[in-house]
C-alpha cells in the first residue's frame, strides 16, 4: 500500500473534493483520481461517493480515514526523527484557547505556515479542555496551571493571574481578605474548579462556590465588569479593564501561584519536529513582545 495513496485519500476526505485536495496536495487532479482508484482496488472496498458536488465518505472510508490518518501522522514523525533540519511538511494539529488564541496565538501560527510552506496547520480554537489524544490534535497550547495528567507539558513563556471584582461588587458585598472568605462570595468560574492561593511558601485550595460559569474566558471577564461576582483571570485578558478601574485586585496578599503558557502533546518518546518548532517560535515570541500578551508586570 502506497503512503502517497494513504495521503492522497486523507486529502480528498478532509477537503471534500478531488480538485481541492489536487490543489493542496500541488499535482493534478488526474493523478488524486489514479491514487484514489488504485488505493480502493487494493482494498476491495468503495471509500468515496463521487457525487456532482466533490465527494463524500462511505461508512468504509468514514473507518478507514481515521487508520490513514494515523498512518500517515506516524509516518510524517519518522521523517522528522531522520530529518532534523530543513523543511517541515505533513500537517500539524493544534488545540488553542479561544479567549485570546486569535489575537495572541494565531499570528505566531501564521508565521510559522509563512516559513513553512510545505507545512499545513490546522488550528482549532476553544476553551474547553480538549481531549487531544482521544481528538487526534499533535498538540495544544495551555495558559494556567497544569494540572496532574499523562501529557507531557513543555512552558513557552510565563502568565499572571489574580483574584478581581467590579468597583460596584465590592461596594455592595465587599471582598474577601483570606482564602477562606472566598466560598462567601459569588465566584465565576469556567466549571467546578479549585482556585489556588499562596500564603508564604503554603498553597492553600478553595473550592468557590458561584450560579454563573461560563466555557470562555472573555465571558467570565464581562460577568466580573458587570459586578456578578469575583473571577480568578489572567491579567492577558483583564489589564485593560484593570487600568480603566473597572476592575480592581482583591485579596492580594495571597497571590496565585506561578503559572505559565505550555505547549502540551500526547505522551510519547520523542516530540515531534512539528511541536518542537512551534514551541520554540513561541519561546522567541515572548521574548520579543512581552508588552502583547498584558503578561509583563
Not at 485536495?21 to 461517493?49: D, N, P, W
Not at 478581581?164 to 465565576?188: D, F, K, Q, R, W
Not at 470562555?216 to 491579567?235: C, H, K, N, R, T
Not at 502540551?264 to 520554540?280: D, M, S
Request: aromatic share 8%; net charge neutral; glycine share 8%.
Amino acid at each position: 500500500m502506497d503512503i502517497e495513496d494513504l495521503e492522497t485519500f486523507v486529502a480528498v476526505a478532509d477537503t471534500g473534493g478531488v480538485s481541492a485536495a489536487a490543489r493542496r496536495l500541488g499535482v493534478s487532479k488526474s493523478i488524486v483520481s489514479r491514487r484514489l482508484f488504485r488505493l480502493e482496488a487494493e482494498l476491495g472496498v468503495q471509500l468515496l461517493a463521487r457525487t456532482t458536488r466533490g465527494a463524500a465518505l462511505t461508512e468504509a472510508g468514514v473507518t478507514f480515514r481515521e487508520h490513514a490518518a494515523r498512518i500517515g501522522a506516524e509516518i510524517d514523525t519518522a521523517r522528522e526523527t531522520m530529518r532534523p533540519t530543513g523543511d517541515l511538511r505533513g500537517r500539524l494539529r493544534v488545540a488553542v484557547p479561544l479567549s485570546f488564541g486569535p489575537t495572541h496565538f494565531a499570528p505566531v501560527l501564521a508565521e510559522m505556515a509563512l516559513r513553512y510552506p510545505k507545512l499545513q496547520i490546522h488550528s482549532s480554537y476553544s476553551d474547553r479542555y480538549v481531549d487531544l489524544i482521544a481528538e487526534g490534535f499533535d498538540c495544544g497550547i495551555r495558559v494556567g496551571l497544569m494540572p496532574d495528567s499523562n501529557l507531557v507539558a513543555r512552558r513557552v513563556g510565563p502568565s499572571y493571574g489574580q483574584l478581581v471584582a467590579s468597583p460596584a461588587y465590592i461596594a455592595a458585598y465587599g471582598a474577601p481578605e483570606t482564602p477562606e472568605e472566598v466560598t462567601a462570595h459569588e465566584a465565576l468560574m469556567q466549571g467546578t474548579e479549585t482556585w489556588q492561593f499562596m500564603d508564604n511558601d503554603k498553597v492553600v485550595r478553595v473550592q468557590p462556590q458561584g450560579r454563573f460559569k461560563a466555557d470562555s474566558g472573555l465571558a467570565l471577564v464581562a460577568a466580573a465588569v458587570a459586578g456578578l461576582g469575583i473571577g480568578w483571570l489572567p491579567d492577558c485578558l483583564t489589564y485593560e479593564h484593570l487600568a480603566s478601574g473597572a476592575l480592581v485586585p482583591v485579596m492580594t496578599r495571597y497571590p496565585p501561584p506561578p503559572a505559565g503558557v505550555y505547549v502540551v502533546r500526547p505522551p510519547g518518546q520523542y516530540p515531534t519536529r512539528k511541536v518542537r518548532v512551534l514551541a520554540e517560535m513561541l519561546i522567541e515570541h515572548f521574548e520579543r513582545h512581552p508588552e502583547v500578551w498584558g503578561l509583563h508586570r
